[in-house]
Antibody, heavy 121, light 107 residues
Framework: QVQLVESGGGVVQPGRSLRLSCAASGFTFSNYGMHWVRQAPGKGLEWVAIIWYDGSIEYYADSVRGRFTISRDNSKNTLYLQMNRLRVEDTGVYFC??????????????WGQGTLVTVSS | DIQMTQSPSSLSASVGDRVTITCRASQGISPYLAWYQQKAGKVPKLLIYGTSTLQSGVPSRFSGSGSGTDFTLTISSLQPEDVATYYCQKYNSAPFTFGPGTKVDIK
């Protein structure tokens, strides 16, 4: 079955970097764009970034543009989020999510279980 | 960028009540509107896409409607298992903005 498994979360100091991974299985990863979504503790969902199926196009939320980079390795069926110059307000659970169909302009289904990032000194 | 708002931010209703949540976009986005349910500590779950199409397996007491900038999620008869936060989301263009959420609980 379709599965997304995030990893790489942890505790990091402000200004430092962290890389998240999302391992995909159960579908042809290279056919789909992929998203990152985050949720600060007790807050709502915030879309972070999308990468095209072939890695050719990326879009970012204003809050992370210039600090975060989304990438993928289709040979490893893995999505990444490189997070640099982390801020306290980047703390939260980070989910990867797939568009429901091969169109990039699609609702999100499925979602991974999330990985917690805590930015604190 | 298109902004998404939801109302109310929270509500409390009795079992069996009809519940309506409203989502408004700052520009027209029809029909690119989805609704998700998130229970405490859980992953968001897709309920409705394309404004009104019920995701497979979702109970028929959930329904969606709307057009242009104004959309509605309705629970026809609230059940205890519906306690959750509900989010709308636009997906016609980046950014794929979510509404701020509506928290639903049982009175």
């Amino acid at each position: 079955q379709v599965q997304l498994v995030e990893s790489g979360g942890g505790v990091v100091q402000p200004g430092r970097s962290l890389r998240l991974s999302c391992a995909a299985s159960g579908f042809t990863f290279s056919n789909y764009g992929m998203h990152w979504v985050r949720q600060a503790p007790g807050k709502g969902l915030e879309w972070v970034a999308i990468i095209w199926y072939d890695g050719s196009i990326e879009y970012y939320a204003d809050s992370v543009r210039g600090r975060f980079t989304i990438s993928r390795d289709n040979s490893k069926n893995t999505l990444y989020l490189q997070m640099n110059r982390l801020r306290v307000e980047d703390t939260g659970v980070y989910f990867c999510a797939r568009p429901a169909t091969r169109s990039h302009w699609n609702w999100f289904d499925p979602w991974g279980q999330g990985t917690l990032v805590t930015v604190s000194s | 960028d298109i902004q998404m708002t939801q109302s109310p931010s929270s509500l409390s209703a009795s079992v069996g009540d009809r519940v309506t949540i409203t989502c408004r976009a700052s520009q027209g986005i029809s029909p690119y509107l989805a609704w998700y349910q998130q229970k405490a500590g859980k992953v968001p779950k897709l309920l409705i896409y394309g404004t009104s199409t019920l995701q497979s397996g979702v109970p028929s007491r959930f329904s969606g409607s709307g057009s242009g900038t104004d959309f509605t999620l309705t629970i026809s008869s609230l059940q205890p298992e519906d306690v959750a936060t509900y989010y709308c989301q636009k997906y016609n263009s980046a950014p794929f903005t979510f509404g701020p959420g509506t928290k639903v609980d049982i009175k």
